[in-house]
């Protein structure tokens, strides 16, 4: 497992922070990081989500170092690794 990964699950064991999402922290990432689909910094972008990387359930920060530019398609595939991610640190 990757350090990063390791520091991050560890974090989550300790923390017992929850979850919580900033729409500023968004407004950051979409303003430093234009939508693919419509090249705006502004706005819906269509057929796209922001993602956090690394999941918020398992300590990953709300801010715009760990938001990417995901597919819908791609975002069903990694919600359901999520999930069992998150499961696990219950």
Not at 34 to 42: D, R
């Amino acid at each position: 497992m990757h350090a990063a990964a390791v520091l991050a699950v560890g974090l989550v064991m300790l923390s017992g922070l929850g979850a919580h999402r900033s729409t500023s922290a968004k407004r950051t990432f979409q303003h430093e990081h234009p939508c693919p689909s419509t090249g705006k910094t502004t706005g819906k972008c269509p057929g796209y989500l922001v993602d956090h990387v690394w999941p918020l359930c398992a300590a990953g920060a709300d801010s715009p170092v760990n938001m990417q530019w995901q597919t819908y398609d791609a975002a069903h595939a990694k919600d359901q690794w999520e999930r069992r991610l998150c499961r696990a640190q219950r």
